[in-house]
């Protein structure tokens, strides 16, 4: 229990951190960038566009990572963290350990992957 405790407190942690960070990310400078963009120079634009897809791409990999710790968090707050979302099975404590947001066993998720991924016919 104390281990569920900790992992707890983990993803508190971080998203305390990344909500921080989504805060300290300024609209003002990406006005800026996007004014760049307009530049009639078109290397200036090219590297504008740059730095603006990368900041975009930034903002929504940690809005998604908020979104998967909020719900992680929801589910140890029911109950249902650590039960596989697919076959509520047991999701074995190393899996837990190295990926706290984990929703599905590694079967399930194999499963899953190969479903995405089939393999190509010779």
């Known amino acids: 229990?104390?281990?569920?405790r900790a992992i707890e407190q983990d993803l508190r942690q971080q998203l305390l951190?990344?909500?921080v960070?989504?805060?300290?990310l300024d609209p003002r400078a990406s006005a800026e960038v996007a004014a760049d963009a307009r530049s009639t120079d078109l290397c200036?634009?090219?590297q504008a566009i740059g730095v603006l897809e990368a900041q975009t791409m930034g903002v929504e990999r940690l809005t998604l990572t908020a979104r998967?710790?909020?719900e992680t968090l929801q589910r140890i707050?029911?109950?249902?963290y650590g039960r596989c979302a697919e076959c509520d099975e047991p999701i074995p404590p190393a899996r837990l350990h190295a990926i706290p947001t984990a929703t599905l066993c590694v079967s399930c998720q194999g499963a899953t992957e190969?479903?995405?991924h089939p393999?190509?016919?010779a």
């Open 1 to 4: 229990m104390s281990q569920l």
């Open 17 to 19: 951190e990344i909500r």
């Open 21 to 24: 960070r989504l805060r300290q």
């Open 44 to 46: 200036d634009s090219a």
């Open 68 to 70: 998967r710790i909020a």
């Open 77 to 80: 707050a029911d109950g249902t």
């Open 114 to 116: 190969s479903r995405a």
């Open 119 to 121: 393999p190509r016919s």
